[in-house]
Nanobody
Framework: VQLQASGGGLVQAGGSLRLSCAAN????????VAWYRQAPGKQRELVADISSRAYSTYTDSVKGRFTISRDNAKNIVYLQMNSLEPEDTAEYYCHARQGHLNYWGQGTLVTVSS
């Protein structure tokens, strides 16, 4: 399984970015697809996830600003990030779980300037 993350970049505070996680298999075969992030010197944290039944959850700090969604036909999971803050600066990783199997994509860097 390959997960290809893209869409990161440099943006000013208050701006928006959309991250994409493209899988080389049907995303509906995964129990959950998630976005994690890791800021310098900090532990990796769960940002948002979406289940095969389209239930989504968010960490408190991004609620109301980020939206996770998926395009089943394209096998892509998106993370729409609005009202970005400098604290959102991190490497963002895509993750998928199928039963006891876990898959990680490479990171995509998001930098938010103040």
């Amino acid at each position: 399984v390959q997960l290809q993350a893209s869409g990161g970049g440099l943006v000013q505070a208050g701006g928006s970015l959309r991250l994409s996680c493209a899988a080389n298999r049907r995303i509906l075969t995964f129990n959950v697809v998630a976005w994690y992030r890791q800021a310098p010197g900090k532990q990796r944290e769960l940002v948002a996830d979406i289940s095969s039944r389209a239930y989504s959850t968010y960490t408190d700090s991004v609620k109301g600003r980020f939206t996770i969604s998926r395009d089943n036909a394209k096998n892509i999971v998106y993370l729409q990030m609005n009202s970005l803050e400098p604290e959102d600066t991190a490497e963002y990783y895509c993750h998928a779980r199928q039963g006891h199997l876990n898959y990680w994509g490479q990171g995509t860097l998001v930098t938010v300037s103040s």
